[in-house]
Protein backbone atom coordinates (compact mmCIF):
# COMPACT_ATOMS: atom_id res chain seq x y z
CA UNK A 1 0.00 0.00 0.00
CA UNK A 2 2.68 2.51 0.15
CA UNK A 3 2.52 3.31 -3.20
CA UNK A 4 -1.03 4.14 -3.00
CA UNK A 5 -0.69 5.63 -0.23
CA UNK A 6 2.22 7.97 -1.89
CA UNK A 7 -0.37 8.17 -4.69
CA UNK A 8 -2.92 9.99 -2.14
CA UNK A 9 0.05 12.22 -0.72
CA UNK A 10 0.35 13.45 -4.43
CA UNK A 11 -3.15 14.04 -5.25
CA UNK A 12 -3.06 16.18 -2.01
CA UNK A 13 -0.23 18.53 -2.99
CA UNK A 14 -0.54 18.54 -6.72
CA UNK A 15 -3.27 21.83 -6.28
CA UNK A 16 -0.55 23.72 -4.99
CA UNK A 17 1.77 22.56 -7.73
CA UNK A 18 -0.49 24.71 -9.85
CA UNK A 19 -1.44 27.08 -7.99
CA UNK A 20 2.17 28.32 -7.36
CA UNK A 21 2.28 27.85 -11.43
CA UNK A 22 -0.78 30.38 -11.90
CA UNK A 23 0.48 32.87 -9.04
CA UNK A 24 3.51 32.80 -10.57
CA UNK A 25 2.34 33.35 -14.55
CA UNK A 26 1.76 37.13 -14.76
CA UNK A 27 3.06 40.13 -12.63
CA UNK A 28 1.88 41.70 -9.93
CA UNK A 29 0.05 38.95 -7.49
CA UNK A 30 -1.20 40.45 -4.87
CA UNK A 31 -1.64 38.35 -2.07
CA UNK A 32 -4.15 40.37 -0.19
CA UNK A 33 -7.05 39.75 -2.82
CA UNK A 34 -5.54 36.35 -4.99
CA UNK A 35 -8.95 35.39 -5.73
CA UNK A 36 -9.85 38.94 -6.67
CA UNK A 37 -6.12 39.19 -9.05
CA UNK A 38 -7.11 35.99 -10.30
CA UNK A 39 -10.23 37.32 -11.75
CA UNK A 40 -8.62 40.23 -13.65
CA UNK A 41 -5.76 38.19 -14.98
CA UNK A 42 -6.11 38.02 -19.21
CA UNK A 43 -3.50 35.43 -19.22
CA UNK A 44 -5.03 32.12 -20.81
CA UNK A 45 -2.08 30.32 -18.64
CA UNK A 46 -2.69 31.76 -15.38
CA UNK A 47 -6.52 31.83 -15.55
CA UNK A 48 -6.06 27.69 -16.90
CA UNK A 49 -3.65 26.92 -14.11
CA UNK A 50 -5.59 28.20 -11.71
CA UNK A 51 -8.73 26.50 -13.46
CA UNK A 52 -6.51 22.97 -13.00
CA UNK A 53 -6.23 24.29 -9.59
CA UNK A 54 -9.70 23.94 -8.84
CA UNK A 55 -10.26 20.95 -10.72
CA UNK A 56 -7.49 18.91 -8.76
CA UNK A 57 -9.00 19.71 -5.34
CA UNK A 58 -12.09 18.56 -6.66
CA UNK A 59 -10.45 15.33 -7.91
CA UNK A 60 -8.88 14.26 -4.53
CA UNK A 61 -11.50 13.75 -1.97
CA UNK A 62 -12.66 10.95 -4.80
CA UNK A 63 -9.60 9.52 -5.47
CA UNK A 64 -8.89 9.51 -1.54
CA UNK A 65 -11.77 7.30 -0.50
CA UNK A 66 -11.87 5.28 -3.69
CA UNK A 67 -7.72 4.19 -2.48
CA UNK A 68 -8.80 3.69 0.84
CA UNK A 69 -12.54 1.92 0.16
CA UNK A 70 -10.09 -0.55 -2.13
CA UNK A 71 -8.08 -1.47 0.72
CA UNK A 72 -10.73 -1.75 3.39
CA UNK A 73 -12.85 -4.34 0.84
CA UNK A 74 -8.95 -6.09 0.84
CA UNK A 75 -8.72 -5.72 -3.19
CA UNK A 76 -5.09 -7.13 -4.51
CA UNK A 77 -2.49 -4.64 -3.25
CA UNK A 78 -0.82 -4.17 -6.67
CA UNK A 79 -4.28 -3.71 -8.54
CA UNK A 80 -4.52 -0.65 -6.36
CA UNK A 81 -1.34 0.38 -6.94
CA UNK A 82 -1.70 0.59 -10.42
CA UNK A 83 -4.35 2.24 -10.65
CA UNK A 84 -3.45 5.07 -8.28
CA UNK A 85 -0.68 5.59 -10.14
CA UNK A 86 -2.98 5.88 -13.22
CA UNK A 87 -4.82 8.12 -11.70
CA UNK A 88 -1.65 10.29 -10.53
CA UNK A 89 -0.38 9.96 -14.49
CA UNK A 90 -3.62 11.31 -15.16
CA UNK A 91 -3.68 13.79 -12.99
CA UNK A 92 -0.67 15.63 -14.11
CA UNK A 93 -1.44 15.72 -17.59
CA UNK A 94 -4.69 16.86 -17.17
CA UNK A 95 -3.19 19.76 -15.42
CA UNK A 96 -0.48 20.32 -18.14
CA UNK A 97 -2.81 20.06 -20.90
CA UNK A 98 -5.21 22.31 -18.76
CA UNK A 99 -2.43 25.16 -18.89
CA UNK A 100 -1.67 24.71 -22.48
CA UNK A 101 -5.13 24.82 -23.74
CA UNK A 102 -5.53 21.04 -25.49
CA UNK A 103 -8.25 20.70 -24.67
CA UNK A 104 -9.37 17.49 -26.04
CA UNK A 105 -6.22 15.69 -24.86
CA UNK A 106 -7.27 17.21 -20.84
CA UNK A 107 -10.57 16.11 -21.30
CA UNK A 108 -9.19 12.46 -22.22
CA UNK A 109 -6.82 12.08 -19.00
CA UNK A 110 -9.54 13.90 -17.04
CA UNK A 111 -11.78 11.06 -18.00
CA UNK A 112 -8.95 8.64 -17.76
CA UNK A 113 -8.38 9.68 -13.63
CA UNK A 114 -12.62 9.30 -13.11
CA UNK A 115 -12.29 5.68 -14.62
CA UNK A 116 -9.30 5.02 -11.72
CA UNK A 117 -11.23 6.44 -9.60
CA UNK A 118 -14.60 4.28 -10.37
CA UNK A 119 -12.61 1.16 -10.61
CA UNK A 120 -11.14 1.34 -7.70
CA UNK A 121 -14.88 1.73 -6.18
CA UNK A 122 -16.02 -1.09 -7.92
CA UNK A 123 -13.26 -3.55 -6.50
CA UNK A 124 -14.45 -2.32 -3.22
CA UNK A 125 -18.02 -2.93 -3.92
CA UNK A 126 -17.58 -6.48 -5.79
CA UNK A 127 -14.90 -7.77 -3.16
CA UNK A 128 -17.83 -7.02 -0.39
CA UNK A 129 -20.20 -9.18 -2.39
CA UNK A 130 -17.85 -12.44 -2.81
Known amino acids: MFIAYCCILAA ?3 PYVWALIAKTGAPGYNNK ?9 ESYR ?10 AFEAFAPFAAAVLMAQLAQVDTQRISVLA ?6 RILHGVF ?4 MQALRSLVWF ?5 VLALMGLAVFAQLA
Not at 33 to 41: E, F, H, L, N, S
Not at 98 to 101: G, K, L, P, V, W
Open 46 to 55: VRNAYAAHLN
Open 33 to 41: DPRGWIAKQ
Open 12 to 14: ALL
Open 85 to 90: VVFIVC
Open 98 to 101: YITA
Open 112 to 116: GGFAC
